[in-house]
């Protein structure tokens, strides 16, 4: 059982480039989350998905944009990359309409460096 | 809005002693409470959850939570150099929605 798998793991990227994060869960789960972690900071939610179909903005949404491809994959996009991108981007993934007590589930980041 | 918090440390600890991890939130309608553990360079991996007044033991962790003061701790007995970690308490409101502190890092002293 994979979990949340992300790809790519690392990136390195020129200042005005553009990329594709990808993420796919395997668990069934309704709900995807992007989040970024800066160095000594917490996770800060970026977009999630409630539910196939449907894309909301969280606390960072900002020259960032997402896709629920389907019930697995939420992927996402920097349209144009800014230094101030750089950072560790997490995916998970949950079920919360099984209940309050349902755990995030993280994928392995990806460390995302813009130059 | 919407808030957990947590001493960003570190909080050092001796090895085998008893460390103490304390988390607050601001919102009453928090339903559930989640601990999760964060190595360096990892992702983070959960520890445990709670969502009763009380305690809750799984191994060497303790989850303890109080409703009236808004106020979640982990406790962890026999510390280990292996639990040098930062620890993340989250917590999931009435809209299934979770609010994430910023995280205790603990050094665990050999």
């Known amino acids: 059982n994979a979990g949340v798998t992300q790809t790519p793991k690392f990136q390195v990227l020129k200042t005005g480039q553009s990329m594709t994060l990808q993420c796919a869960q395997d668990?069934?789960?309704?709900?995807m989350y992007w989040y970024r972690q800066d160095p000594g900071m917490g996770l800060r939610l970026i977009y999630y998905s409630a539910s196939e179909g449907t894309t909301d903005k969280g606390e960072v949404p900002n020259g960032y944009n997402v896709s629920r491809l389907n019930k697995r994959e939420f992927s996402l996009r920097l349209e144009s990359a800014a230094p101030s991108q750089t950072s560790v981007y997490f995916c998970?993934?949950?079920?919360?309409?099984?209940?309050?007590?349902?755990?995030?589930?993280f994928g392995d980041g990806t460390r995302l460096s813009i130059l | 809005q919407k808030e957990v918090e947590q001493n960003s440390g570190p909080l050092s600890v001796p090895e085998g002693a008893i460390a103490s991890l304390n988390c607050t939130y601001s919102d009453r309608g928090s339903q559930s409470f989640f601990w999760y553990r964060q190595y360096s360079g990892k992702s983070p991996e959960l520890i445990m959850f709670?969502?009763s007044n009380g305690d809750k033991e799984d191994g060497r962790f303790t989850a303890q939570l109080n409703k009236a003061s808004q106020y979640v701790s982990l406790l962890i007995r026999d510390s280990q150099p292996s639990d040098s970690a930062t620890y993340l308490c989250a917590s999931r409101d009435s809209n299934y929605q979770l609010i994430w502190g910023a995280g205790t890092k603990l050094i665990i002293k050999p």
């Open positions: 668990m069934n789960h309704n709900s």
């Open positions: 709670i969502y």
């Open positions: 998970a993934s949950d079920r919360p309409d099984r209940g309050f007590n349902q755990p995030q589930h």
